[in-house]
């Protein structure tokens, strides 16, 4: 195979090399605002419609099958496929594409996990309010909601730090993020420097986030800290 | 005959033989798809299966086999498909499949461990009081327990691997994948149509494996564990 010989460990291209990242750093900057901004829509956007969705599965029990089989059949798709789905449709050069293939698999896991919450809302919870007069809605944004925010903090970190990986995919339309810089090293004669360092990036942005989103939902749910959880 | 709209489109670029028989046709990648697919998974299997029923076995490791898990989902495919390649590995299948294989390991070692977890302590006691040993425990007991976990494990493994597969294009690994990211290099205009039926294949292959393998599943979960929810989906 000829690109064989462009393996050879050369000394020019070492795996990771501080020289690539001062010399790039205005490249690097913007493939990871890029990168942060893409998930943060995506899961802003599927968090606001998978958390509504949750409710009325939860409301509403013969709709629970249904709607979590149809986020299951979302998932199933491959993400290249999702985004041949969206693209053709939305424009390859618009990051909206990448944008809607993101919220829709985020979807499922924000929408499972929220369910699962809601449902281990304790039975006594639900009479107490009920007992003191609350109404459906009043229930929910004072009782349920609140305790099932930990299933909820758990169904966001784990789409976060999957849509921080699925964003990637997006550099085959060219706004892939941090997948850009991994996918121009790759076609750059195998510039190991950009590949590797698009791959950390990746790897801490997800970890940081989860962290922040951990942090944010241990705050929310100080409930949660007392007594053996 | 072009047409603005992207399903005849597809409809048509389906419709051609051509497209099916060809050299790198619908066939060809097919076949690399589930080939591909299917060392990964077996790959994964080798990897994960005893690692996992050892850890279940002993009872440790549980907070490695969550950390595993967690990690792998925050490594993008891309990442590992374009940087295996480039080491001892080389190009061609071998980077693939490896790397396939590793984002199938975590829902197999979770389900392997948690399948042997979860087996009653009855169960094993009665095994040890009969004087098996810790080995025996494991091979008679606990492995044909285990294999409704171990299924289940698989069918989530297979779908992922098969979904993922998909990616192998962007380091022309083959695969379906590749009708789909050959569409996008022709260009929104011509390989609109391409685009969408490549990506028609590829979900109805994905949905097609879950099925199958969901009709396996039951068929080897006894009848009473039936209706238990699946546990540790990674």
Request: hydrophobic residues 55%; aromatic residues 8%; glycine residues 10%.
């Amino acid at each position: 195979m000829s690109f064989r010989l462009a393996l050879q460990e050369s000394p020019g291209n070492p795996w990771f090399s501080w020289q690539y990242v001062r010399d790039n750093s205005d490249t690097i900057l913007a493939a990871l605002r890029e990168h942060a901004t893409l998930t943060a829509e995506a899961v802003l956007i599927a968090t606001l419609i998978a958390v509504p969705l949750a409710v009325v599965a939860y409301w509403f029990r013969p709709l629970t099958g249904p709607i979590l089989a149809l986020s299951g059949v979302l998932y199933t798709i491959p993400s290249l496929a999702l985004l041949a789905f969206v693209a053709p449709y939305v424009g390859t050069t618009n990051p909206a594409s990448v944008l809607i293939a993101l919220v829709l698999y985020a979807l499922l896991l924000i929408v499972r996990n929220a369910l699962a919450g809601l449902n281990q809302v304790p039975a006594e919870a639900r009479d107490a309010a009920q007992g003191m007069g609350y109404g459906r809605w009043g229930r929910l944004l004072r009782i349920d909601l609140p305790l099932a925010l930990p299933g909820i903090v758990t169904g966001l970190r784990l789409a976060t730090v999957s849509t921080v990986a699925l964003v990637t995919v997006g550099a085959l339309i060219g706004y892939g993020g941090l997948g850009d810089l991994i996918m121009t090293g790759f076609r750059n004669n195998f510039y190991k420097a950009e590949i590797l360092t698009g791959a950390v990036m990746c790897v801490g942005l997800a970890l940081v986030l989860d962290l922040v989103l951990a942090t944010v939902g241990r705050l929310l749910t100080p409930w949660t800290r007392r007594g053996p959880a | 005959m072009t047409s603005d709209n992207p399903i005849q489109q597809a409809v048509l670029w389906l419709n051609d033989p051509l497209n099916w028989t060809n050299p790198g046709g619908i066939l060809d990648r097919l076949g690399e798809h589930l080939w591909i697919s299917a060392a990964a998974v077996a790959l994964g299997c080798v990897v994960a299966w005893p690692i996992g029923m050892w850890l279940g076995h002993t009872g440790r490791g549980g907070g490695a086999v969550v950390l595993i898990s967690n990690l792998t989902l925050a490594i993008p495919t891309i990442a590992l498909l374009t940087i295996l390649p480039l080491t001892f590995l080389g190009f061609g299948k071998p980077p693939v499949i490896v790397a396939l294989a590793v984002f199938a390991v975590p829902p197999l070692l979770a389900n392997a461990y948690t399948g042997v977890r979860s087996i009653d302590p009855e169960a094993r006691d009665a095994a040890r009081g009969m004087g098996l040993s810790g080995w025996q425990v494991l091979t008679r007991v606990e492995l044909p327990l285990a294999v409704p976990y171990l299924a289940a494990g698989f069918r989530t493994a297979a779908v992922q691997v098969v979904a993922t597969a998909a990616l192998a294009s962007f380091v022309n690994g083959g695969g379906l994948g590749q009708i789909i990211s050959a569409g996008f290099g022709l260009g929104i205009a011509v390989g609109g149509g391409q685009i969408l039926a490549g990506g028609i294949l590829v979900a109805l292959l994905a949905l097609l494996v879950e099925s199958a393998l969901a009709l396996v599943e039951r068929a080897v979960t006894p009848r009473p564990l039936r209706r238990a929810p699946r546990a540790a989906r990674a």
